[in-house]
Every structure is written in structure tokens, then in C-alpha cells.
């Protein structure tokens, strides 16, 4: 006898095959509580309708994502180890964060390489510990400027254009969700695209995917009519780039290398020249880029997995680690070595990839990434769930699926130049730098970015004394000298060092630096002095000379008040200061030519007592 969900003449063909595809697959439950036919039709048709449209997101359909489900919920109720019998092994590392001449070297092999680059942001996230309303993207990087992340890496692609030898925009694929299309989108239209062309950018939608109640991997509802669905996870991108047929398109076009980064780390850009260039020298097809970590720390660590004739290099969760290596190599567990860092380096998941060998990857796997479930179990048996589990996938184990013919290896980078992140409202923040872990918050990221500022032009010999931190709420801040030397000014340590010559930056001073072709000779700026140089492409500019006053950019702590208010922009009360511009010098430079300014003139001192 049929299924009575089937009795209604009012559904698609393709939703009756698809409720028979169902009920043959253990699914019944989810039509059994359908009112009687004739009754609810609309809210059925609806619920069909949602079926169809998880069914033809997720490769092979339902009945593939069931299959898969059912695998992985079989293998975690015997818990089994998915690292049994391997060996955790040093990966195969580069590291560059004493960042000495070999990292000259790699920049610049990376440079050469940025029209053959396309860079992936997977921007699908909530940001649920930030608890921020709107969009990462459009939070700001500095308070100063307030350039949003967005905004930020838009002027890295445009940078990196106009250092090819033959421009050619870089493609920048982002991957939105649900929750983060209609605003990024808003922000890239409000915004003509941040000056890059439309064309380049290319949207992929990661969709979320269905809920399941039990080990036999049935359906999750909420009433009747209505299916449970959650984030599948930032691993999506790669099913995205594979079935949109993206990946493969830009290899066409010549693009040899993706990066993939992430919605709030001001900092990837400086670090991604010298990435490049590792992975083409070491002939990387998969290249994770990673910290120095603290044995024990709470990050990720990469490690080269042995077992008989087989190995991967990939990221181990760190509670998954000191098990794994108390059981193999060292009863201690993970042990500082002789620079007090574990040898297996922190995954900061921003990875460069090699198209050619991932295009293939991708179609074998359908570009599902080893998923995985995580159900949280009600009972000592684990045959219930304490809530709904699903598939998820993360794309740093793409190695997972990489064979012995695949290269991958780790760049070790100093940790603030490459990796500072947004991710913790103030007061998670506060906790954790309370307990010794870095506290990723709005301040240490904007605190991280004028640091990185400052190591550039600390390399090209400029002498800069540092504020002594202060906590803001709990939080470390670094009140400057705040250097923001725009990506168009310089992309790489050489290019630093060829602008800038010797100088000195002391205390709450900030200089911003935006043109292609500015350059510094003994600038000195001192007792809280601003300058903000724009130049605009053709106008070379030459400043010398010392400004010392009137003070720029005053620090102001936001009242108990004002951090209560509700108009109280979130991306102030995430920082808990703001700045105020008191007198910053601004010289804007919009005609092509060549201008010699002395900074000494740029005021006449007023007379006393006037
Ligand atoms: P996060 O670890 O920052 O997670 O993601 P999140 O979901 O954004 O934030 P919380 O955990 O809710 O606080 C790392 C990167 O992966 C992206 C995020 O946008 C961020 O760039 N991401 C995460 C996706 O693109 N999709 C996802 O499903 C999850």
C-alpha cells in the first residue's frame, strides 16, 4: 500500500520520486505525522520542496549524504581512533619567522608569482563568539582609518595587480552563507566592488545541510513539516570551487596557486608573498602556513602521520595531539625542543594550494573533504543523541585525501606578521588573556596591525619606540607608534626597504603611508605627531625632515556609559577606545610629478602666548 504522502496528486513528479528515494531509505518517519491528505497541503508542498533543495545541493543527492552519514555515525559509535597506529612525525617545515634573507628570498619568488595567484575567503561563518550583528568583512581592521576587512583585502588584489608584469586581476572567490550573502554582497555594491572589477569577484553560497536524529541517520524535524538544517562547515569551499566548476575555470585562465583565507585576519597579506614563494620553490601542492606553538597550546598542530607505507601531513586538534604522541613516541606528550616551541608547528588555516593537483582531487572526491560527525551522545552505548548531529567537513584536512605522489608541507611564520584574528567579544578576550591564551579580539587584532607596521619599517632602519601595553578591559593594547603602510605603498620587506630610509616613530605617533611611490628619508615623528601621506599613482613623493606636533590621534577610553548604550557602535564596544583626531597633518598628493616636502616647515611655531 502506498505511503499516504503519496496520495496527494498535487506534489511534482520529482517530489514523488524523491519521497519513494526516501521511504526506501529509512525515512519514513518523516511523513508518518503528515496531517490527512488534503489537509496542509501547502505547508507538505513546502517540506518537499525543502527535501528537494538539500537533495540537489549536496553531491550525489540525499541518498549520498544518508550513505555517507551512516558510514561516519557506525565508525564513531565504536569509537574509533581515526589516528590508530600512525606515528606523528616533524612535518616537512620552512621556517621563516626569523624572517633573515631566505625570506627576502621567498618574497620575491612570490611576487613574480602574483599573476598566476587567486585567493579564496571562506566568509560563511557566524562569528558567534564575537557576537557582532552584521558581517565580519564589515568590521574595521583600525579604528583609525576604519578601513574594513573587506575593504583591506581588496587593496591587497589591487596591489598585487599593479606589481605583475602584465596586470591581470586576481580572482577573489568568496564563500558566503545563508546568514552572510545578502550583506557582503550589500558591502561590495555600496562600495563599487572596493575598485576591483566585478568579474574578478566570484560568489559561491555554502548551504547548510540536514540535521540527523540517530545512528541510522534519520532526518531531523521540527514539527511536521519542517527539516533541521545546520552548517555543513568552511570545508564546503572545496565542493563549492568543484561543482561550480571554479577551480577549474581559473586553472584555464593560468591561475596556478589558491589561497585561502579567512574573514578577520588583518594580517595574511604580509605574510603571503613569502608563502608563495615556499610553495613554489618546495614544490608545495598543499602548504599550510602556521605559528611557532606552545606545547599544549590550545591551537592545532600540523604533523607528518606515518603508518606503514603510508603518511599524511595534517592538522591534529590539539586535544587530539598529546594523546597521540603519548601513546607513540613520548610519555610526556607534547615537549618544548630546544627553541621552547613544540616541533609541530600551530595551523593557522590559511593554506596555499596547487590548482593542478587539486582540480584532480576534487573530481575524484566530488570535492566532499573528509567529513566527519561529532554526535554528542546521550548514553554510555551511544545509541542516542543528545541533539540533532550532521556532516561536517574543515578545509585545512584536504590532505586527508592527497596521495604519496602530493607534496605538503608547513611555512613557519612569525606569529603576529601572519595571523591576528577577530574572532572573541572583549570579554571572552579578557578571559582568555587572563588565562595565558591569545585573547583574538578587535584590540589585539588592531594592536597586531600596527605592529606588523611597525616590523616593516623596523627593516628598513627606521628606529621606533614603543608605547608600554596597557589592558582595555582586560585586553593588551599597544598604543603605537601606529604605522599603516597601505598595501598600495608596499607588498613586500624589499619594497619597504626601498621607500623607507632610516628615520624615527616614537610613543602614540602615527604615520600612514598610501601611494605607490612615497618615500621616506630620516622622517622623524615624535610626541603623538600624525601624518597621513596620500599619493595617487605617478606622484613621487619625498618627505624628510621631523614633525612634532600638534598631537594626532588621541586615545579615548569609552565611559562605562557609552559601553552600555545601545547606539554604541558594536565595532567600538568590541575595542572598549576609540580615537580622536586632534590635529593629524594630511598631505594628499592627486597630479602626477615629483614633490619634495620638508616636514620641519609644515608648521611655524605659534608665538608664546598667543
Ligand atoms: P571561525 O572559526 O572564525 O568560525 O571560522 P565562525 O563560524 O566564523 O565563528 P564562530 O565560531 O561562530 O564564533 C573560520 C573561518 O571560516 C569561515 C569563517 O567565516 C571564518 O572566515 N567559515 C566558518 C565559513 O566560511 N563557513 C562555515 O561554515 C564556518
Known amino acids: 500500500m502506498p505511503h499516504p504522502a503519496l496520495e496527494s496528486a498535487s506534489f511534482s513528479p520529482e517530489a514523488q520520486a524523491l ?58 559509535r565504536e ?154 562547515g568552511h ?25 585561502f583565507i579567512q574573514d578577520t585576519n588583518g594580517q595574511v597579506f604580509n605574510a603571503l608573498p613569502a608563502a608563495l614563494g615556499v610553495s613554489i620553490e618546495r614544490e608545495y601542492d598543499f602548504n599550510s602556513l602556521a605559528v611557532n606553538r606552545v606545547p599544549g597550546e590550545a591551537v592545532g598542530g600540523l604533523a607528518r602521520l606515518v603508518k606503514d607505507d603510508h603518511e599524511m601531513t595534517l592538522n591534529i586538534e590539539y586535544n587530539q595531539l598529546d594523546p597521540l604522541l603519548r601513546a607513540t613516541l613520548n610519555p610526556d606528550g607534547d615537549v618544548p625542543g630546544p627553541k621552547g616551541f613544540s616541533v609541530f608547528p600551530g595551523n593557522i588555516n590559511i593554506l596555499v594550494i596547487r590548482l593542478a ?29 543528545k541533539k540533532p548531529a550532521r556532516l561536517e567537513t574543515m578545509m585545512q584536512d584536504l590532505p586527508k585525501l592527497l596521495g604519496p605522489e602530493h607534496k605538503v608541507g608547513v611555512t613557519v611564520f612569525h606569529r603576529a606578521w601572519c595571523f591576528s584574528p577577530n574572532k572573541n567579544n572583549v570579554e571572552e578576550a579578557a578571559n582568555k588573556h587572563a588565562a595565558g591564551s591569545p585573547p583574538e579580539s578587535a584590540a589585539t587584532a588592531e594592536s597586531d596591525f600596527y605592529l606588523a607596521g611597525r616590523m616593516k619599517a623596523g627593516r628598513a632602519g627606521m628606529d621606533l619606540r614603543e608605547e608600554a601595553p596597557q589592558t582595555i578591559l582586560g585586553v593588551p593594547f599597544v598604543n603605537g607608534p601606529r604605522l599603516i603602510l597601505s598595501p598600495a605603498f608596499a607588498m613586500t620587506l624589499a619594497e619597504v626597504r626601498e621607500k623607507i630610509s632610516g628615520g624615527r616613530v616614537s610613543g602614540p605617533s602615527t604615520l600612514i603611508l598610501d601611494g605607490p611611490d612615497i ?52 565595532a567600538l564596544k568590541m575595542r572598549g577606545y576609540r580615537f580622536v583626531d586632534e590635529g593629524v597633518k ?25
Not at 518537499?48 to 550513505?67: I, S
Not at 596591489?159 to 552563507?177: D, K, L, N, T
Request: charged share 25%; glycine share 8%.
Open 357 to 385: 593537483s587539486y582540480i584532480k582531487v576534487l573530481e575524484q572526491s566530488k570535492g566532499i573533504i573528509a567529513e566527519f560527525v561529532n554526535p554528542k551522545y546521550a548514553d554510555e552505548a551511544r545509541s542516542e543523541f
Open 79 to 232: 569509537g574509533k581512533n581515526p589516528f590508530e597506529g600512525y606515528r606523528p612525525e616533524q612535518p616537512d617545515a620552512v621556517d621563516l619567522s626569523a624572517m633573515d634573507e631566505s625570506y627576502d628570498q621567498m618574497e620575491s619568488l612570490g611576487r613574480d608569482h602574483f599573476d598566476r595567484v587567486g585567493i579564496v575567503l571562506v566568509a560563511g561563518g557566524l562569528g558567534e563568539r564575537l557576537g557582532h550583528d552584521g558581517i565580519k568583512l564589515d568590521l574595521p581592521v583600525e579604528a583609525i582609518l576604519n578601513t574594513t576587512y573587506l575593504a583591506h583585502y581588496a587593496k591587497c588584489l589591487l596591489a598585487m595587480e599593479a606589481r605583475m608584469a602584465r596586470a591581470r586581476p586576481v580572482p577573489f572567490v568568496i564563500m558566503v552563507s545563508e546568514d552572510t550573502h545578502a550583506p557582503t554582497l550589500r558591502a561590495l555594491e555600496e562600495h563599487g566592488y572596493y575598485g576591483l572589477r566585478k568579474d574578478q569577484v566570484h560568489i559561491l553560497k555554502q548551504e547548510l545541510v540536514p540535521a540527523l536524529k540517530d545512528n541510522d541517520a534519520r532526518l531531523a524535524k521540527e514539527g511536521p513539516y519542517e527539516l533541521i538544517l545546520k552548517p555543513h
Open 19 to 76: 519521497v519513494h528515494e526516501l521511504l526506501d531509505n529509512k525515512q519514513s518517519h518523516l511523513f508518518d505525522d503528515w496531517d490527512p491528505p488534503g489537509e496542509c497541503e501547502p505547508e507538505k508542498r513546502a517540506f518537499l520542496e525543502q527535501l528537494l533543495q538539500v537533495d540537489a545541493n549536496y553531491p550525489g543527492g540525499l541518498a549520498n549524504y544518508l550513505a555517507n552519514a551512516r558510514r561516519l555515525l557506525t565508525q564513531s
Open 519 to 570: 618615500r621616506l628619508q630620516d622622517v622623524c615623528l615624535e610626541a603623538g605627531a600624525a601624518l597621513r601621506v596620500h599619493a595617487a599613482a605617478g606622484a613621487k613623493v619625498t618627505l624628510r625632515g621631523k614633525l612634532s606636533g600638534p598631537p594626532g590621534f588621541a586615545l579615548e577610553k569609552l565611559s562605562p556609559e557609552e559601553l552600555a548604550a545601545p547606539d554604541t557602535p558594536s
Open 586 to 610: 594630511t598631505l594628499r598628493f592627486e597630479s602626477p610629478g615629483e614633490y619634495e616636502v620638508e616636514l620641519d616647515t609644515l608648521y611655524t611655531p605659534l608665538p608664546e602666548n598667543s
Open 235 to 259: 570545508g564546503d569551499v572545496h565542493m563549492l570551487l568543484q561543482s561550480s566548476g571554479l577551480a577549474a575555470r581559473l586553472r584555464a585562465e593560468g591561475i596556478e596557486h589558491l589561497v
